[in-house]
């Protein structure tokens, strides 16, 4: 069974910058792509960031393209989203996303596998 389990959110203020990562439980002899979605309040899961399965291909959302890094560790099977000049838009929580295909997906609904979410708070 896939798990997916993101950590470092937090609290930061606005222009800092924070590292999100997604630890998971995969086999490694399937191509597995890996994304990352985000959901404020009242509002729909949005994508951020996707990454396909060795690294060499990655999408980034308009909305945080340039600000926003996506990349992965196939060793330690690890997904990371650096996040910089945060701006309080940004604020919500962040879900890690993950499937046995080549990707990237930007997605969410063909997404099979998700993480638990982990909550960025950008204060202005």
């Known amino acids: 069974q896939v798990q997916l389990v993101e950590s470092g959110g937090g609290l930061v203020r606005a222009g800092d910058s924070l590292r999100l990562s997604c630890a998971a439980s995969i086999r490694t002899d399937r191509r597995f792509t890996m994304g990352w979605f985000r959901q404020a309040p009242g509002k729909e899961r949005e994508f951020v960031a996707a990454?396909?399965?060795?690294?060499?291909?990655?999408s980034v959302a308009d909305s945080v393209k340039g600000r926003f890094t996506i990349s992965r560790d196939i060793a330690k099977r690890t997904v990371y989203l650096q996040m910089a000049s945060l701006k309080p838009e940004d604020t919500a929580v962040y879900y890690c996303?993950?499937?046995?295909?080549?990707?990237?997906?930007?997605?969410?609904?063909?997404?099979?596998?998700w993480g638990q979410g982990t909550q960025v708070t950008v204060s202005s």
């Open positions: 990454i396909n399965w060795n690294g060499g291909t990655t």
């Open positions: 996303a993950g499937d046995y295909v080549n990707g990237p997906i930007t997605i969410a609904s063909l997404y099979r596998y």
